[in-house]
């Protein structure tokens, strides 16, 4: 099954793939964002939520995918 969301770890904030129309439908009903947090399909998130919006949408029985960082992804 292919994942819906892949989390890319960058240390004070993490990115958020969304890479199915699920995910998206999720994040659009569920997390209240601000235009600056988006970066073309990645939601870009402070450290301090990110547990919660992974468990929050596991959940909702979207698929995470935790990823190591790296500096180019964002």
């Known amino acids: 099954m292919p994942d819906d ?3 890319v770890d960058h240390g004070s904030v993490s990115g958020f ?3 199915s129309p699920a995910a998206r439908a999720w994040v659009d009903e569920h997390v209240v964002t601000e235009c600056w947090q988006w970066l073309g399909a990645t ?3 402070d ?13 909702e029985g979207l ?3 935790l990823k190591e960082g790296e500096s180019d992804d964002l």
């Open 5 to 7: 969301v892949v989390v």
């Open 17 to 19: 793939a969304l890479e």
């Open 47 to 59: 450290q301090r939520h990110v547990y919660q919006l992974v468990e929050d949408m596991r959940d």
């Open 63 to 65: 698929s995470v995918w």
């Open 43 to 45: 939601l870009v998130v």
